[in-house]
């Protein structure tokens, strides 16, 4: 099986998807730093980064149900054009002086529910595009060209704020979504779960259905049409088994990593380093991720168990690890396999969840995925202010060690190894079949 980039489809995608992501950081940067710089106030900017995390979350639940009865292609388009509308309003309110922190909030926030409207059919065609075997290195590549991305950008975003000024900044970022909006509509849509012709339109039948169907979701009241969609959709997750666990898996990262970012800080300061100290302890799980994503593109395997069992008991053992750190340098590499150990079980979870999910329901499936694995991160955050004060380190990332220990196992229980092993199968069985119609084509 060819590597994914080979595909010119998902190409395609994956250039326009990665140009969509530098508009957002760009912008990202530009109004924070607008926002420091007019206010004089450090938590002005934890502010609009709050903002931008929390509504956007509001909106993700209808966009995912409407990602899956509408073209793909065309919400990611029009997704990509209306995120050309925030960043251009704000630098015409800054050339005009009358750009406040007050509008840069309603700004963010109203970008931000319409990015996560449309998001769920940008991140539901990926997989569309892709045969099952394909996930894992489409994953990997699709979140770590987006991690090289996040590091690239911020500094350039910096450097197009100090060179040409905000205003000037935000009008690059809405040419970047330009791009973005127009290379996405060069990307073929497949039709997931529905029969097309040897003339290559649908028969009589299917349009006579769908013209039903279309009068029957027109005398649909308000929820029917959307909430209970996603009431079915999260019962869905939480009846299959390996859906089960994979979110409880990745929900428990998202609620005991997040706060780590917080916490190297004042760790760092306790091994003796200073501000450098602190960068390093970053860069050691930056490093780690992108050593798994660099390996887990080109790498492919059938087996998911050997990874997500492997991964996670590493990133158990490694922050254990930095309990008898005693400087800057064994605690670095000890981040840096677990932010390898991250990837490597995110990566096969994300490519395990996605196996398993019908593709007529992906869109409605990823977004709730997101928001119900979202919500655990400010609770992490949380957790870890009241951890940083009443417990030291030592006993914070020895608990967080044991939990991610005690949840590898859950992967060895006899009935989810047996499911991801159904699972493997199922899907080994279902590649062959596209090899050899492929062939056969």
Same mark, same amino acid.
């Given at each position: ?32 730093? &607008? ?25 993700? %639940? ?10 793909? $292609?065309?919400?990611?388009? $029009? ?9 251009? @309003? ?22 931000? +529910? ?14 569309? +595009?892709?045969?099952? /075997? ?105 009846? $299959? ?15 005991? +990593?997040? %706060? ?26 930056? @490093? ?45 590499? @000890? ?22 999910? %019908? ?53 060895? &229980? ?9 699972? /493997?199968?199922?899907? /080994?069985?279902?590649?062959?079949? /596209? ?7």
């Amino acid at each position: 099986m060819s590597h994914p980039f080979k595909n010119p489809n998902f190409r395609t995608y994956l250039i326009a998807r990665l140009f969509g992501a530098l508009g957002s950081y760009m912008m990202e940067v530009a109004l924070m730093w &607008w926002a420091l710089e007019a206010t004089g106030q450090n938590d002005s900017v934890a502010w609009v980064a709050l903002t931008m995390s929390v509504v956007g979350t509001l909106a993700s %639940p209808f966009g995912g149900v409407l990602a899956d009865r509408a073209n793909k $292609v065309g919400l990611a388009s $029009v997704g990509y054009a209306l995120s050309m509308v925030a960043p251009a @309003a704000a630098a015409a309110l800054l050339l005009s002086g009358h750009l406040s922190f007050g509008l840069v909030m309603a700004i963010v926030a109203i970008d931000n +529910l319409i990015s996560s409207f449309f998001a769920p059919a940008n991140n539901a065609l990926g997989p569309l +595009l892709l045969t099952t /075997e394909q996930y894992s290195q489409g994953a990997a590549m699709t979140q770590g060209m987006s991690k090289l991305l996040r590091m690239a950008s911020m500094p350039l975003g910096g450097l197009l704020v100090a060179g040409l000024g905000v205003a000037a900044t935000l009008l690059v970022t809405v040419s970047v979504y330009l791009v973005a909006a127009s290379m996405v509509r060069f990307v073929e849509e497949p039709r997931a779960g529905h029969a097309v012709s040897d003339s290559g339109r649908g028969s009589e039948q299917d349009t006579a259905s769908g013209y039903g169907a279309v009068e029957a979701e027109a005398r649909m009241s308000l929820r029917e049409q959307w909430i209970d969609p996603m009431v079915a959709t999260v019962r869905m997750l939480f009846s $299959v088994p390996l859906l089960a666990a994979a979110l409880f898996m990745v929900g428990l990262l998202n609620f005991i +990593l997040s %706060p780590i970012g917080v916490m190297m800080a004042p760790y760092a300061k306790s091994l003796g380093g200073g501000a450098e100290g602190y960068g390093l302890l970053l860069a050691g799980i930056t @490093a780690g991720e992108l050593l798994g994503y660099a390996i887990f593109t080109t790498f492919r395997s059938s087996r998911s168990l050997p990874f997500i069992f492997g991964g996670s008991l590493v990133m158990g053992l490694s922050i254990g690890a930095l309990a008898w750190a005693a400087n800057l340098l064994p605690a670095i590499i @000890a981040l840096g396999l677990a932010g390898f150990g991250a990837v490597a079980v995110g990566v096969h979870l994300d490519a395990l969840a996605i196996k398993v999910i %019908p593709k007529e329901f992906m869109g409605r499936a990823l977004s709730m995925i997101g928001v119900l694995l979202n919500g655990l991160g400010p609770l992490g955050l949380v957790a870890a202010g009241i951890a940083l004060r009443t417990l030291s380190f030592s006993t914070i990332f020895i608990t967080i060690s044991g939990f991610l220990v005690v949840a590898s196992l859950l992967w060895l &229980w006899p009935s989810i190894a047996r499911a991801v092993r159904a699972a /493997e199968l199922v899907l /080994e069985t279902g590649d062959a079949a /596209e090899t050899a119609a492929a062939k056969t084509a």
